[in-house]
């Protein structure tokens, strides 16, 4: 069964779903507008400028009507100099008032556009590592820089130029209907067919926005997978790197195509009504030079008007592109108002129990609990109880897929149980603020994640205000110290994009100094040294040893020599205990456990 995000036309170019076609119809224009609420004020000084320029515009022809009916054939240089002065000062007034105009316009437009952004990476964070494991990095990428992106021409300037076109053709038109309202009549002929052309065109638009947008989405699906150090990897030792050029070069293409099908959408339409605007002013003078009309009207008169008529296509056209601007804008708008309106699966307690993250002792326990993933029929993990004292060991074996790693993820409250509950110290770890979660419980899991910037910066991640002497002391605990200080440049070398400056088990052991840098009360360990050597581990276990006196500490390990030490062994068989106890008893029952220790 195809995806959406795999579903395609036959013969490669992007189809739409139906799903995606209703959002982007289903977008509200009131939603949208409540997005400029917070900058009501602003947008009014916005307004009342546009006004004021377009009533002040307004009076350029009545002037120019003055210099060819009466400064110049009465030869009057005195009137003739005081009207090319206003004329001149009704440009510059104008000008004045559209850089205000602009600047106030923009602004408000880019904080709509910050907000946007900061709300949908804000909301993203809080997501489910569900949603990410359901959801392509690209497309998250492409929703926040390509979708907001395509959003700023109409965020910033569409307030403006509605308000601008709306007022400067009202006030042409009151102009136009005092100097002659027969002949403003058929300046307005062309106004039905104009406004049934445009809407045709602004739904087609629409339409490929959205095939746009996916097609981005892709495009930045592919960058991300080939592009990042692991794909590169990837694609040079299995040779596929001519298959992965071929890709984009398709991707590329088709958004050649739906950009030139964006432009020329309806353009013949609009060309069409340019040519009949542009006639209109011949069919003015035609009609003014009819023996039944002529003489109805001077000259100066006449040229005012038709000044004005041209004025008046000008703010038309305008809005007639803004509406079909704004209309195929809904396409991004649905795509990241989809992301807003993602629920929050984890999220903080309406009324979180206060919790000092210096005072807890740390004592874990697993009440009857059951999960299962998303889609899934089966439960990971189904009726989990154990009881881990503060200050004890647990460590969780078991063959690969039993549900260890579900239960470190619900311990850091990646995921919620379905059934029963997990508590620290008697209270459940839902009705804690997530802030305080993080502080008590910090994970090591086998999967390290290094960002792309120096070594201290990378441990300082854990801690903002941690001292270079902490940092220190959690990089010698977790036996990389020496490591790091032999780099070219000590802690501020960078590690390089994902950590490849390091080898895995130099990694892991610099994701050990970074949560011990936090100093939690729990401890979980997923395979947290399962990348390395012998002697090193060996090392890193010694330091987790002194480091567990007085702290929780949840080990996940497939080798049995790391765990045999626990206060506590469960040993996890398809989502359920299966046997727990210390390793000398159950090596001594001889059941699961030691066939895993033989």
Known sequence: METPTQNRTRGGRSSVTAAEKAQARDVSLRRVGRLFIPYRWPLTVVIATIVASSIVAMASPFLLREVLDIALPNRNLNLLIWLVLGMVGVAVLTAALGV??????????????????????????????????NTRTGEVQSRITNDIGGMQSVVTSTATSIASNLTTAVATLVAMAALSWQLTLISLLVMPPSIYLSRRVARRRRTITVQQQRELADLNVIVEESLSISGVQLAKTMGTGPALAERFTGSSTRLIDLELRSQLAGRWWMATMSIVFAAIPAIIYLAAGLPMTAGAMTVGTLVAFTTLQNGLFRPLIGLLDTGVSVVSSLALFGRIFEYLDLPVEVEDPAEPVAVDPAAVAGHVRFEDVTFAYGGSSTAAVAGISLDVPAGSTLALVGETGSGKSTLAALVSRLYDPAGGRITIDGVDLRDMRLADLASIVGVVSQETYLLHATVRENLRYAKPDATDAE??????????????????????????????????????????????????????????TSALDTATERAVQEAFDALAVGRTTITIAHRISTVRNADQIVVIDQGRVAESGTHDTLVADNGRYATLAA
Do not use: C
Not at 119 to 128: A, C, D, I, K, W
Not at 514 to 527: A, F, Q, Y
């Open 100 to 133: 205000v105009q602009t600047w106030i316009a923009t602004s408000i437009g880019q904080r709509v556009m910050h907000r946007l952004r900061t709300e949908v990476f804000s909301h993203l964070q809080r997501q489910s590592i569900a949603f990410f494991t």
């Open 471 to 528: 940092i220190e002391a959690a990089a010698r605990a977790a036996q990389v110290h020496d490591l790091i200080a032999g780099l070219p440049e000590g802690y501020d070398t960078m590690v390089g994009s994902r950590g490849h400056r390091f080898s895995g088990g130099e990694k892991q052991r610099l994701a050990i100094a970074r949560t011990l840098l936090r100093n939690p009360r729990v401890l979980v360990l997923d395979e947290a």
